[in-house]
């Protein structure tokens, strides 16, 4: 009897042991093809910003030269230009991604005590235009002298994709607004406001690369789908966190959780 308890033991191990390795190596080549795709994906990129840089200065000199371009062909160029500035910033995005994923690391991110506040506070700044074209109350609440180790500059292109973001899908009279506070030696950082919000079934994918909701579809024709994943890319970098609340057809709020300082 004590045999056979010993058996089966041995044989469940045995069994346990041989299913683990075998999905361990099963997946090797899954593995292999994702890493191969970033890889592709961050050299495809940077190999396309070249002739598109060259694209972008052509037509600047072709624009800089209106008496150059038939009457005809004045909105073609328009539609050339804005294809080629959404395409530009899509592959600017996508080389941040490939380059900030996983193993695949090309950068090193320096990063230095940087004050949150004076970040956010030149974004507002920066947005004022928009808002006011669009008639959205900016509201700000922000706790000075508020420092984390960062990268200033992905620092401020994480909260300028968030604020972006709220100001796109805020409809005139709406509000926005921006508040951080210092607790328990975290930095929080929330972006709120009164825009078309996204369903309960779609909250899960919002952090999705290229997913973009059927109603910000609406909304924004030009986005890449990049920016909420860019954002918590760089959140992660900075071994923080990046959450979302929202109830459609009353609004979202995106809080942002990064460590102190100290």
């Known amino acids: 009897r ?33 890493q191969r795709l970033k890889i592709f994906t961050a050299d495809a990129s940077h190999e396309l910003r070249s002739p598109l840089t060259a694209i972008k200065s052509c037509l600047s000199i ?3 030269h209106p008496e150059r371009i038939h009457e005809t062909d004045v909105q073609k160029v328009k539609a ?4 080629t500035e959404q395409m530009t910033n899509l592959v600017e995005d996508l080389l941040l991604l490939a380059r900030m994923d996983g193993e695949i690391k090309t950068i090193t991110m320096e990063k230095i005590p940087i004050a949150i506040d004076e ?16 008639k959205i109350e900016l509201q700000s609440q922000l706790q000075s002298d508020v420092f984390v180790l960062a990268n200033g500059q992905q620092l ?5 994709n968030l604020l972006d973001n709220a100001l796109q899908y805020t409809p005139s009279g709406g509000v926005v607004k921006i508040s951080l506070i210092s607790s328990q030696n975290q930095a929080i950082v929330t972006v709120e406001d009164t825009g078309i919000g996204i369903t309960s079934e779609e909250l899960p994918l919002v952090f ?12 924004r024709q030009s ?33 942002v959780q990064l460590s102190l300082n100290v």
């Open 208 to 219: 999705n690369r290229l997913w973009r909701g059927d109603k910000a579809r609406i909304h």
């Open 223 to 255: 986005g890449t789908g990049l920016g909420m994943a860019i954002a918590q890319t760089i959140a992660h970098a900075h071994n923080g966190k990046i959450t979302v609340k929202s109830e459609l057809g009353v609004g979202s709020c995106f809080r």
């Open 2 to 34: 004590w045999g056979l308890c010993l058996g089966g033991a041995i044989a469940l191990f045995l069994v346990a042991f041989g299913g683990i390795w075998l999905t361990r190596e099963s997946l090797k080549p899954i593995k292999q093809s994702f």
């Open 156 to 160: 401020m292109r994480l909260f300028a």
């Open 119 to 134: 970040i956010l506070e030149d974004l507002l700044d920066a947005a004022e235009i928009q808002a006011e074209e669009k």
């Open 80 to 83: 050339i230009a804005s294809a």
């Open 62 to 64: 072709l624009q800089d």
